[in-house]
């Protein structure tokens, strides 16, 4: 059992639920499972099968089941008004779920009716706190390596000799029938490139211009490809933490895979793109669930000092964390910042560290160790 059923299962009972994420994250077995321990009758129709696709537009469904699920509705040029009128006329005698591999908070900065009618939350891959109560293995650092070549996504969690195929997929799925639903993307050779680039990359930092040059198309077309390929759960972008007194100068946004195994850059980056992916995990998970309002952020000021994480609560910084490959000397970053921000949790995270080290009350700590057991306040 993934680790969103329980919670949907209750809200259901409230309010329509979206749930989405990236493709083959587990969005259909998770719905499938719910079905299966909802209390009434339901029914689950996929928007991509045909026959499927006709029920859905002619609400043609058993009014007597008491869960509809609705599976890649946002394919639908008017999704948002099919499904305001699903809701209205249904809700009173039928729970919602709505799944789909691309992003479904948009009624959040709509203004739409539905506002206030749904919740939603964000499914992610296995990672090292959720893989060691799913899987066989048990030492977290044998884990992190594991989730490093095979990635998080179920099915190549748990069938590894298929996660190179599996990964390949997923790439050409969304490349070749995502962005086609979704966008007017035409140049899709050049659309390839820039994920082959993206995948080489030593460094998570988007310089469009750069990018533009190597891709061969302007930088405002960088710009709308990678927000697509954000919008479709390739990559995910962190901004860059300021404050009022920060000077204001300019700052590029990072972005990492979704999928780990795509990564194949080198191994300092690729440990990096391990903690991005569990700390987003776990705001998400805070901010879906329990209404919170965590945003993961890097830190970089005007002298070069950097941060690879920066966690803020209500847009105040609660959590610093740099991740090393084996340097155990103390990043001086995390002394200066928290020097600003006395109350601020700072650690190190160190891969293959043996044992706990602490200055001036900032933590050097085993980063798969860390991850295993990481919460937030």
């Known amino acids: 059992m993934r680790y969103l059923n329980r919670v949907i299962q209750a809200d259901l009972r409230e309010k329509m639920v979206f749930v989405s994420g990236p493709r083959q994250v587990g969005k259909t077995n998770l719905a499938k499972a719910i079905l299966k321990a909802h209390a009434g009758p339901g029914v689950y129709l996929n928007y991509d099968?045909?026959?499927d696709r006709k029920v859905i537009l002619q609400e043609t469904w058993d009014k007597d089941v008491s869960l509809l699920c609705l599976d890649e509705i946002?394919?639908?040029?008017?999704?948002?008004?099919?499904?305001?009128?699903?809701?209205?006329?249904?809700?009173?005698?039928?729970?919602?779920?709505?799944?789909?591999?691309?992003?479904?908070?948009?009624?959040?900065?709509s203004g739409d009716a539905l506002t206030g009618r749904y919740f939603h939350y964000r499914l992610h891959p296995i990672d090292i706190?959720?893989?060691?109560?799913l899987g066989s293995i048990q030492d977290p650092e044998a884990l992190s390596g594991y989730l490093l070549k095979h990635g998080g996504f179920p099915e190549s969690f748990f069938h590894p000799e298929r996660s190179g195929r599996l990964a390949k997929n997923r790439i050409e799925q969304v490349l070749n029938e995502d962005v086609h639903d979704l966008s007017r993307?035409?140049?899709?050779?050049?659309?390839?490139?820039?994920?082959?680039?993206?995948?080489?990359?030593?460094?998570?930092?988007l310089n469009y211009d750069h990018l533009s040059k190597k891709v061969g198309v302007s930088p405002?077309?960088?710009?709308?490809?990678?927000?697509?390929?954000?919008?479709?759960?390739?990559?995910?972008?962190?901004?860059?933490?300021?404050?009022?007194?920060?000077k204001s100068y300019r700052k590029e946004t990072k972005f990492y895979f979704f999928d780990?195994?795509?990564?194949?850059?080198?191994?300092?980056f690729a440990l990096e793109n391990l903690t991005a992916l569990s700390l987003l995990k776990k705001?998400?998970?805070?901010?879906?669930?329990?209404?919170?309002?965590?945003?993961?952020?890097?830190?970089?000021?005007?002298n070069q000092n950097e941060i690879d994480f920066v966690i803020t609560l209500n847009r105040k910084p609660v959590h610093l964390v740099e991740v090393k490959t084996s340097d155990d000397s103390f990043s001086k970053s995390l002394f200066l910042f928290q020097k600003k921000y006395p109350s601020v949790k700072a650690v190190q995270l160190v891969h293959h560290l043996d044992?706990?080290?602490?200055?001036?009350?900032?933590?050097?700590?085993?980063?798969?160790h860390y991850l295993a057991a990481f919460e937030l306040p």
């Open 220 to 246: 405002p077309t960088v710009k709308k490809w990678i927000e697509l390929l954000e919008k479709l759960y390739l990559i995910f972008l962190v901004t860059p933490f300021t404050s009022s007194s920060a």
């Open 185 to 205: 993307v035409s140049d899709f050779k050049s659309l390839e490139l820039l994920v082959e680039i993206l995948r080489e990359m030593n460094g998570g930092h």
């Open 260 to 268: 780990l195994s795509l990564n194949l850059a080198n191994e300092a």
């Open 355 to 368: 044992r706990v080290k602490e200055k001036e009350g900032v933590k050097m700590v085993n980063l798969s």
């Open 49 to 51: 099968i045909p026959s």
């Open 283 to 302: 705001c998400d998970w805070m901010n879906d669930a329990e209404g919170k309002n965590y945003r993961l952020h890097y830190y970089k000021d005007a």
């Open 129 to 133: 706190q959720e893989g060691l109560k």
């Open 74 to 109: 946002h394919k639908n040029k008017k999704w948002k008004n099919l499904l305001k009128g699903i809701y209205d006329e249904y809700s009173d005698r039928q729970s919602i779920l709505v799944t789909g591999s691309a992003k479904l908070d948009l009624f959040r900065k």
